[in-house]
T-cell receptor
Framework: QKEVEQNSGPLSVPEGAIASLNCTYS??????FFWYRQYSGKSPELIMF????GDKEDGRFTAQLNKASQYVSLLIRDSQPSDSATYLC???????????FGSGTQLTVLP | NAGVTQTPKFQVLKTGQSMTLQCAQD?????MYWYRQDPGMGLRLIYY???????DKGEVPNGYNVSRLNKREFSLRLESAAPSQTSVYFC???????????FGPGTRLTVL
């Protein structure tokens, strides 16, 4: 069974700090990885996706992928209280149309 | 564009009752999905439809049926609701690049 694992948290960081969210996956056929943010009571929204080993930056967000270690991470620089949410990691194998989601990490940014 | 819409937003059922959750998207997407989300469980795929006229089971299909009515609409039916089906249900669609799933606002279902 394909699995995506995340530390459920909660993770608390002070405002302005770097928040680091981690995700591991079991299916070596996974090729695409996604980070979603979900505010309480709302639907998930895509933050960014990554295909290639290394780092991908988008504003305050950096996704990191290490396929050899089957590890994906999301760094949030200069964390803001508005970043407080649950962050979901997801993986897709090849051209499959399904995503496998982790259980999410709850992040709280303290003012 | 409304994106992905779902009805109803909230529903309370008694055990054994049936209901249909409706989903529609106006983005001309081929693929649509139904997920359930339970506390601490993330999103679990119930059924998906890669294109109009096709449906496939996901991770947790038991107790559910789906209909891809046309390219816009994808409905989820509970024939005989059980308390274990108490959850938040999300519908989603994905564009041709398969990069971004767009989610509807969700339906909060309670089965007593």
């Amino acid at each position: 069974q394909k699995e995506v694992e995340q530390n459920s948290g909660p993770l608390s960081v002070p405002e302005g700090a770097i928040a680091s969210l981690n995700c591991t996956y079991s299916d070596r056929g996974s090729q695409s990885f996604f980070w979603y943010r979900q505010y309480s009571g709302k639907s998930p929204e895509l933050i960014m996706f990554i295909y290639s080993n290394g780092d991908k930056e988008d504003g305050r967000f950096t996704a990191q992928l290490n396929k050899a270690s089957q590890y994906v991470s999301l760094l949030i620089r200069d964390s803001q209280p508005s970043d407080s949410a649950t962050y979901l990691c997801a993986a897709r194998s090849g051209s499959a149309r399904q995503l496998t989601f982790g259980s999410g990490t709850q992040l709280t940014v303290l003012p | 564009n409304a994106g992905v819409t779902q009805t109803p937003k909230f529903q309370v059922l008694k055990t054994g009752q049936s209901m249909t959750l409706q989903c529609a998207q106006d983005m001309n997407h081929n693929s649509m999905y139904w997920y359930r989300q339970d506390p601490g469980m993330g999103l679990r795929l119930i059924y998906y439809s890669a294109s109009e006229g096709t449906t496939d089971k996901g991770e947790v299909p038991n107790g559910y049926n789906v209909s891809r009515l046309n390219k816009r609409e994808f409905s989820l039916r509970l024939e005989s609701a059980a308390p274990s089906q108490t959850s938040v249900y999300f519908c989603a669609s994905i564009g041709p690049g398969l990069n971004e799933q767009f989610f509807g606002p969700g339906t909060r279902l309670t089965v007593l």
